[in-house]
């Protein structure tokens, strides 16, 4: 029997084959070569694999998104087989003698930097089209596999690690549960893994070997520990708390339909928390009333370019067409820190916690910024959409989104195109100074969600990505505790309301005590719904 302790950070158990991340090498050089017609039908291999991928794509977003996002892989697969484009690719083949790879690759940029050079913004958003089309004819040329699993059964994910990037791209279908060597119970493969919810261990360390790839692994998210080749005692220890496990599942789903109220009357709202349209299905299957967080940040860290006001509008619109009418709280972009992406260009920071993030770039960059309100307000006229600031640390802050969103108002207005002029407007509550100043926010916003993962971290001075300050990072400190209780209070006192949006919302050690503080909203991944909700039903002030 081998055994591997890390630290549990998504309950469950589960048994499968352990599957090491492939994380691609894609750059590309330039190679002579001999036979041009060699690669030309390498070539029109790949565009037939991309056509067929594309088309596939499509219709599954036929199905999970509506008919304007499929239309989007139509395009895609119409321009695999441009004319203009596949001559250009062909004539680099030709007269420079070069492989596939490279012709592709040329073409691509060739066709990208065109387009992006027009007066046209409709035309220029195009750029980003071309390059995606382009990639993933190089993936498929080069034989990389997207979202980094080649299985035809679902398995167990390992990793070092795994960036915000790529747990976007990941096949989620395939994924049982996830195992990584580094990582903390707040790094994004844990947040994930909740999201989905499905077993998750983090910090195993050396132990998890390479060399394991392909053993049946039995998983335990809740004591952190992964067996291979159990003994019998375990094996039965394993098999009792697996029924126990699906004990459960059959009392939670009969929580389904229920109304999450306390038994002294008490309405709570519990809402989950998502980072792309994909996600809703989940949010339905586990009967949520609403969407609590939506990291808009996901449609950035997918992208190879600045997603385009159209494409957000899209998402945004189809989340909110599918929740029915339900609040659906959209957190404007939130990168730096741990979340970076490459074509932001933003310089190495000695401390990018602190640094240029969230709000901070959106306040700074207005060409980033007025896209996605833009994008925001138009989704609005589709559903109940509200608008969330994150990284909030003065009134003036606030005042400047509250300006940015009248301009936009007003543009839309003269421009003829609907939104709900009512769409409510909230803020992030998660530095301490944004704590202290509450009371004054409140006069600006129509509701408060905290973020308790980075409430507690700049509270407490500790990195919350650091696996080695994991006993250091007490979500329950007293100092934080406090915090909680003066958020709820300042914004009750305002009357507007509160919610947590961060981990500790499903923490079911305390659903009764936010309740307490005065909170109305909580919000979290969705296999936690049915869970808080019969704690809720359970409660009583």
Not at 80 to 87: G, I, K, L, M, T
Not at 116 to 123: F, H, V
Not at 157 to 182: M, N, R, Y
Not at 452 to 461: G, K, R, S, V
Request: glycine fraction near 8%.
């Amino acid at each position: 029997m081998i055994l591997m302790q890390g630290k549990g950070v998504s309950k469950g158990v589960i048994k499968g084959k352990l599957y090491f991340f492939q994380r691609p090498d894609t750059t590309v050089a330039m190679r002579q070569v001999e036979d041009v017609e060699a690669e030309k039908q390498r070539l029109a291999q790949a565009q037939e694999t991309t056509v067929q991928q594309l088309n596939i794509l499509a219709e599954k977003a036929r199905e999970d998104a509506g008919e304007e996002i499929a239309i989007l892989f139509d395009t895609h697969a119409m321009f695999v087989e441009d004319e203009d484009y596949v001559e250009c690719i062909l004539s680099c083949l030709e007269e420079e003698g070069c492989n596939a790879e490279y012709a592709v690759q040329m073409a691509g940029e060739q066709f990208a930097a065109m387009f992006a050079a027009m007066d046209d913004a409709y035309m220029q958003a195009r750029a980003a089209d071309i390059r995606d089309v382009s990639q993933r004819i190089l993936n498929n040329l080069m034989g990389i596999v997207e979202g980094g699993i080649d299985s035809e059964e679902p398995i167990i994910l390992a990793a070092d690690d795994l960036a915000p990037s790529e747990t976007i791209q990941l096949d989620k279908s395939k994924i049982l549960g996830f195992v990584t060597q580094g990582g903390s119970s707040n790094s994004h493969t844990a947040i994930l893994a909740r999201t989905m919810g499905i077993p998750a261990i983090c910090g195993l360390g050396d132990a998890l070997k390479a060399e394991y790839a392909g053993r049946v692994a039995y998983l335990d998210g809740e004591t952190g520990s992964v067996v291979l080749d159990p003994d019998e005692l375990t094996h039965a220890q394993i098999r009792e708390k697996y029924n126990k496990q699906q004990e459960m599942k059959e009392i939670l789903a009969t929580m389904k339909g229920q109304e999450d109220v306390t038994l002294d009357g008490k309405k709570i709202n519990v809402y989950c928390n998502i980072g792309s349209p994909e996600d809703v299905a989940a949010v339905l299957n586990n009967d949520g009333q609403g969407i609590g967080l939506f990291r808009s940040e996901f449609l950035y860290l997918a992208a190879n370019d600045y997603p385009t006001e159209e494409e957000q509008f899209q998402a945004y619109k189809a989340v909110a067409s599918a929740m029915g009418g339900k609040r659906v709280i959209i957190r404007t972009l939130d990168i730096g820190a741990d979340k970076q992406v490459d074509y932001f260009d933003m310089k190495k920071e000695e401390n990018p916690a602190l640094g240029v993030r969230a709000i901070r770039i959106c306040l700074n960059r207005p060409e980033v910024f007025k896209p996605q309100l833009r994008a925001l307000y138009r989704a609005s006229a589709y559903g109940k959409v509200a608008i969330m600031f994150p990284m909030i640390t003065s009134v003036w802050e606030v005042k400047e989104c509250k300006r940015a969103c009248q301009s936009v108002m007003k543009e839309l207005t003269a421009e003829g195109i609907p939104f709900d002029p009512e769409t409510e407007i909230g803020i992030m509550i998660e530095t301490p100074s944004s704590v202290f100043i509450a009371e004054d926010l409140a006069k600006y916003v129509d509701f408060f969600s905290v973020g308790t993962n980075d409430l507690t971290q700049y509270t407490l001075a500790v990195d919350r990505q650091n696996a080695k300050l994991d006993k250091f990072y007490d979500p329950y400190h007293p100092a934080l505790m406090a915090l909680l209780a003066h958020i709820a209070k300042s914004a009750n006192e305002a009357g507007i309301w509160a919610g947590i949006c961060g981990e500790l919302g499903a923490d079911p050690k305390m659903t009764e005590k936010f309740i307490e503080m005065g909170y109305t909203e909580l919000s979290m991944a969705a296999g936690r719904i049915l869970e808080t909700r019969k704690l809720v039903c359970e409660s009583e002030m």
